[in-house]
């Protein structure tokens, strides 16, 4: 029977090539989407899970609010890993590290930079085992104090060898000995570095409480809950945190808390750490389990217009198949037989297509890894979940896809369709059906369209909005650090070359370069303080950044007082009560009186982070050692000025190596998730429609063969070729003019909760929903008017000889 039931499948594709055609296009782009984000939510959902006992290892990070300052984020104090292992019988170990970017080796006379190394303790690599080493030790990797542990390619590039056990590079100022190589980090880890050098703490941090550097991982006993863990673990702020809290504020720890304070440890599992968190100082930009659900809809919902396209012509082409059907029930053949039929054709037509998808795939993943930042393997399409979820794949679009003339068209008697075959296809519930399920398809295809413009416009939005700086033309050059206090005559020296404007240090601006201390304004006491951010700068930061001085003055090099001085922002001045700064003053407590500086001015806000987070108050307080050197170009001399940067950066530091960016690259690496998302819209926007669009171009196909006559007895009755397609066309975008209509509200909404998540963010104005609409009925009127032209072009004298 199977064989018959194969001959018959096959004689019908041959007989219908051209729907045959569409069908397995249509469903083998759509699959080949879906392949695509299901590698892609694998690789999300894999995320560390390469570690062995991953679900026992978890995060503490941090939850404070002091006085109007609130934080929350991975960062916890030097001493709680240790404190974990010794107060917590339910902590197998536990380590605690920090990270530095940028980091320059030296091996012999050669200079390599750009390295990322985390300094970490002696149990890194007892916690975090899915490390693969190569070569050394791994229990006793970082036990010496001058010990690190290089990646693969680490060590191949400094020493042209994996096996770079023993060696020795230089660090700054120290030798560090090679005692490990390890694999290099797996591209699914939400840590990535080049490198683990030892580190020990001082007597005093290690002692430390109340500074918060430091990320800590604790991996956990097997069995235990971890509820009861965390609980254990934010015990730890009143018996350790809560004194040294006092003793700085000169307060209890409750009157605060009583205050409006809050300051606890939670805990986040090791493999949902990439999707759940995107708090204040993560190790990298993290994925969101939003996009995840997000594209994965998207899949689903391009299989459905996929799987729409089969069922629309299968309606369409209804007289068809219902005169075979009433044939083949005339001579004895039972329901369960042509069902049977229908469903095998449509499972052989997907089969077919599921062949071709995973070709289309493979050709079109190096595309998609470029648009998507990922870097997924072709291998991967070999997992067995991959293989299993295909083969369910084929199964489940074979029976909804051939649902329609399984169940419906194996259900009509043969007296009736024998009489006449165009009741079915020509009005009643067959038409309506096709009607809605082509609403359907736009429904999708035009949200999908509105979220493109959405997520393109909300990062040309980001790129284009006054920040109250200007990134534009500005060189900045890392590891200034290394230059110590000769820094700022760098700067002076620079300012007064050919090309260049001004030349001022700074802390990282849009690289997390703020700190947070505590200040407390004029002579409050110690309960009035406020948490606020600071920047270190240089003196002339001012005018190399554009930042605009909106009360008082800004720093001058000629005022060697300016050096106790401080500006801040209308932030800050808002949170103190500030309209003018003169004669205010800002006190950082500490030892004695602690440091007090002058308040000499007020900056406009500006941004010095994501557009994800509102401008905070911000203190600018000058120091002779920063991060970064920022130079202002004049227009059209960035050449030049490039080039005096390296002649003056090699006088001042011969011995290291130039490292430098542009401000508007590092901003636009703040949101390149939300240009990747973007990206990736706009692929999955236009598969969308052009499936939808390969279905409306069979149905006018259909539809102009079934009126051929029609057309012919309108055309010799004088109706112009405009008329006709008029009339052809009519129909279509009638329902797609439903479409936007049922599609604005669901855009609408979806588009709003995503844009929730940037602080600073495009308005949804009426022309972005318009623009869509009109996008996705010109593209529909341009695929069914190609059909209706042809018809209307057609020789009534061809379609109407034989009547």
Not at 95 to 102: L, P, S
């Given at each position: 029977?199977?064989?018959?039931?194969?001959?018959?499948?096959?004689?019908?594709?041959?007989?219908?090539?051209?729907?045959?055609?569409?069908?397995?296009?249509?469903?083998?782009?759509?699959l080949?989407?879906c392949?695509?984000?299901?590698?892609?939510?694998?690789?999300?959902?894999?995320?560390?899970?390469?570690?062995?006992?991953?679900?026992?290892?978890?995060?503490?990070?941090?939850?404070v609010?002091?006085?109007?300052?609130?934080?929350?984020?991975?960062?916890?104090?030097?001493?709680?890993?240790?404190t974990?292992?010794?107060?917590?019988?339910?902590?197998?170990?536990?380590?605690?590290?920090?990270?530095?970017?940028?980091?320059?080796?030296?091996?012999?006379?050669?200079?390599?930079?750009g390295?990322?190394?985390?300094?970490?303790?002696?149990?890194?690599?007892?916690?975090?085992?899915g490390?693969?080493?190569?070569?050394?030790?791994?229990?006793?990797?970082?036990?010496?104090?001058?010990?690190?542990v290089?990646?693969?390619?680490?060590?191949e590039?400094?020493?042209?060898?994996?096996?770079?056990?023993?060696?020795?590079?230089?660090?700054?100022?120290s030798?560090?000995?090679?005692?490990?190589?390890?694999?290099?980090?797996?591209?699914?880890?939400?840590m990535?570095?080049d490198?683990?050098?030892?580190?020990e703490?001082?007597?005093?941090?290690?002692?430390?409480?109340?500074?918060n550097?430091?990320?800590?991982?604790?991996?956990?006993?097997?069995?235990?809950?971890?509820?009861?863990?965390?609980?254990?673990?934010?015990?730890?702020?009143?018996?350790?945190?809560?004194?040294?809290?006092?003793?700085?504020?000169?307060?209890?720890?409750?009157?605060?808390?009583?205050?409006?304070?809050?300051?606890?440890?939670?805990?986040?599992?090791?493999?949902?750490?990439?999707?759940?968190?995107?708090?204040?100082?993560?190790?990298?930009?993290?994925?969101?389990?939003?996009?995840?659900?997000t594209?994965?809809?998207?899949?689903?919902f391009?299989?459905?217009?996929?799987?729409?396209?089969?069922?629309?012509?299968?309606?369409?082409?209804?007289?068809?198949?219902?005169?075979?059907?009433?044939?083949?029930?005339?001579?004895?053949?039972?329901?369960?037989?042509?069902?049977?039929?229908?469903?095998?054709?449509?499972?052989?037509?997907?089969?077919?297509a599921?062949?071709?998808?995973?070709?289309?795939?493979?050709?079109?993943?190096?595309?998609?890894?470029?648009?998507?930042?990922?870097?997924?393997?072709?291998?991967?399409?070999?997992?067995?979940?991959?293989?299993?979820g295909?083969?369910?794949?084929?199964?489940?679009?074979?029976?909804?896809?051939?649902?329609?003339?399984?169940?419906?068209?194996?259900?009509?008697?043969?007296?009736?369709?024998?009489?006449?075959?165009?009741?079915?296809?020509?009005?009643?519930?067959?038409?309506?059906?096709?009607?809605?399920?082509?609403?359907?398809?736009?429904?999708?295809?035009?949200?999908?369209?509105?979220?493109?413009?959405?997520?393109?416009?909300q990062?040309?939005?980001?790129?284009?909005?006054?920040?109250?700086?200007?990134?534009?033309?500005?060189?900045?050059?890392?590891?200034?650090?290394?230059?110590?206090?000769?820094?700022?005559?760098?700067?002076?020296?620079?300012?007064?070359?050919?090309?260049?404007?001004?030349?001022?240090?700074?802390d990282?601006?849009?690289?997390?370069?703020?700190?947070?201390t505590?200040?407390?304004p004029d002579?409050a006491?110690?309960?009035?303080?406020?948490?606020?951010?600071?920047?270190?700068?240089?003196?002339?930061?001012?005018?190399?950044?554009?930042?605009?001085v909106?009360?008082?003055?800004?720093?001058?090099?000629?005022?060697?007082a300016?050096?106790?001085?401080?500006?801040?922002?209308?932030?800050?001045?808002?949170?103190?009560?500030?309209?003018?700064?003169?004669?205010?003053?800002?006190?950082?407590?500490?030892?004695?009186e602690?440091?007090?500086?002058?308040?000499?001015g007020?900056?406009?806000?500006?941004?010095?982070?994501?557009?994800?987070?509102?401008?905070?108050p911000?203190?600018?307080?000058?120091?002779?050692?920063?991060?970064?050197?920022?130079?202002?170009?004049?227009?059209?001399?960035?050449?030049?000025?490039?080039?005096?940067?390296?002649?003056?950066?090699?006088?001042?530091?011969?011995?290291?190596?130039?490292?430098?960016?542009?401000l508007?690259?590092?901003?636009?690496?703040?949101?390149?998730?939300?240009?990747?998302?973007?990206?990736?819209?706009?692929?999955?926007?236009?598969?969308?429609?052009?499936?939808?669009?390969?279905?409306?171009?069979?149905?006018?196909?259909?539809?102009?063969?079934?009126?051929?006559?029609?057309?012919?007895?309108?055309?010799?009755?004088g109706?112009?070729?405009?008329?006709?397609?008029?009339?052809?066309?009519?129909?279509?975008?009638?329902l797609?003019g439903?479409?936007?209509?049922?599609?604005?509200?669901?855009?609408?909404?979806?588009?709003?909760?995503?844009?929730?998540?940037?602080?600073?963010?495009?308005?949804?104005?009426?022309?972005?929903?318009v623009?869509?609409?009109?996008?996705?009925?010109t593209?529909?009127?341009?695929?069914v008017?190609?059909?209706?032209?042809?018809?209307?072009?057609?020789?009534?004298?061809n379609?109407?000889?034989?009547?």
């Amino acid at each position: 029977m199977w064989r018959n039931n194969l001959k018959i499948a096959l004689r019908a594709l041959k007989r219908r090539p051209g729907p045959a055609l569409i069908n397995v296009l249509g469903l083998a782009v759509g699959l080949a989407a879906c392949v695509l984000i299901a590698l892609w939510v694998n690789h999300e959902l894999s995320y560390d899970d390469f570690h062995p006992g991953a679900e026992r290892i978890h995060r503490i990070a941090l939850d404070v609010k002091l006085q109007d300052r609130e934080l929350t984020g991975p960062i916890t104090a030097a001493p709680l890993a240790r404190t974990l292992i010794e107060d917590i019988p339910e902590v197998d170990t536990a380590t605690r590290f920090g990270d530095d970017d940028n980091e320059v080796f030296r091996v012999g006379d050669r200079t390599f930079t750009g390295h990322t190394v985390l300094d970490a303790d002696s149990l890194f690599f007892e916690v975090f085992g899915g490390f693969d080493f190569l070569h050394g030790n791994r229990a006793s990797a970082l036990k010496p104090t001058d010990a690190i542990v290089l990646t693969a390619s680490t060590a191949e590039r400094l020493f042209g060898t994996t096996n770079a056990v023993g060696q020795t590079l230089e660090r700054g100022s120290s030798t560090q000995r090679v005692t490990g190589v390890i694999a290099d980090v797996p591209d699914a880890s939400h840590m990535h570095f080049d490198a683990v050098a030892s580190d020990e703490l001082s007597p005093e941090q290690a002692s430390r409480w109340v500074g918060n550097n430091w990320y800590t991982y604790a991996k956990l006993t097997p069995g235990t809950s971890r509820k009861a863990f965390e609980k254990k673990v934010d015990a730890f702020v009143q018996k350790y945190v809560a004194p040294q809290i006092q003793e700085f504020l000169g307060m209890p720890f409750n009157q605060l808390v009583e205050q409006g304070a809050r300051y606890r440890y939670f805990t986040q599992p090791l493999t949902s750490i990439h999707l759940y968190s995107n708090y204040q100082y993560e190790l990298e930009a993290n994925g969101s389990i939003a996009y995840v659900y997000t594209f994965s809809a998207i899949a689903l919902f391009i299989l459905l217009i996929a799987c729409v396209n089969f069922m629309n012509l299968a309606t369409a082409r209804a007289s068809e198949r219902a005169t075979e059907v009433g044939m083949r029930k005339a001579l004895g053949a039972y329901r369960t037989q042509l069902a049977g039929q229908f469903l095998g054709e449509a499972t052989l037509t997907t089969g077919i297509a599921t062949g071709l998808s995973l070709g289309l795939a493979l050709l079109a993943l190096p595309v998609f890894n470029d648009l998507a930042g990922t870097s997924i393997s072709p291998w991967q399409l070999l997992q067995p979940s991959i293989l299993l979820g295909g083969v369910g794949l084929v199964v489940a679009v074979g029976l909804v896809a051939g649902s329609y003339p399984a169940f419906v068209l194996s259900h009509f008697q043969p007296a009736t369709v024998l009489k006449s075959d165009d009741r079915h296809s020509t009005s009643g519930h067959g038409k309506r059906l096709r009607q809605g399920l082509v609403v359907l398809q736009f429904t999708i295809s035009i949200v999908l369209i509105i979220g493109t413009l959405v997520v393109q416009q909300q990062f040309a939005y980001i790129q284009d909005k006054r920040l109250g700086i200007d990134k534009e033309q500005v060189i900045t050059v890392d590891r200034a650090w290394t230059l110590e206090e000769s820094q700022t005559a760098l700067a002076d020296r620079l300012s007064n070359q050919p090309g260049i404007v001004q030349a001022a240090t700074a802390d990282g601006i849009f690289r997390g370069g703020m700190s947070n201390t505590v200040f407390v304004p004029d002579d409050a006491p110690a309960s009035e303080s406020h948490s606020l951010n600071y920047l270190n700068v240089g003196f002339t930061v001012v005018e190399t950044l554009g930042i605009e001085v909106v009360a008082g003055r800004p720093f001058s090099p000629e005022r060697p007082a300016d050096s106790s001085a401080v500006l801040i922002n209308r932030a800050a001045a808002d949170v103190l009560g500030w309209d003018d700064p003169t004669g205010h003053q800002l006190r950082e407590p500490g030892e004695g009186e602690g440091n007090v500086y002058d308040v000499i001015g007020i900056v406009d806000n500006f941004h010095y982070a994501s557009m994800r987070q509102e401008v905070r108050p911000l203190v600018l307080r000058p120091d002779d050692v920063n991060s970064t050197l920022y130079v202002r170009t004049a227009p059209g001399t960035t050449a030049g000025a490039l080039d005096a940067v390296r002649q003056a950066w090699s006088a001042a530091a011969p011995e290291e190596p130039l490292q430098y960016t542009f401000l508007d690259q590092t901003y636009a690496e703040l949101h390149r998730d939300t240009q990747r998302t973007g990206r990736l819209f706009t692929l999955f926007a236009v598969l969308a429609i052009a499936i939808a669009c390969l279905g409306l171009y069979g149905l006018a196909t259909h539809t102009a063969q079934r009126r051929t006559k029609e057309i012919g007895i309108r055309k010799a009755l004088g109706a112009t070729a405009t008329q006709i397609v008029g009339l052809l066309s009519k129909e279509f975008l009638q329902l797609v003019g439903l479409a936007f209509l049922v599609a604005l509200p669901v855009a609408y909404l979806s588009m709003d909760r995503w844009l929730q998540d940037f602080a600073y963010r495009m308005d949804l104005g009426v022309p972005l929903f318009v623009l869509a609409g009109v996008l996705a009925a010109t593209v529909a009127f341009l695929t069914v008017s190609y059909q209706a032209l042809r018809a209307a072009q057609t020789n009534p004298a061809n379609t109407l000889h034989g009547e």
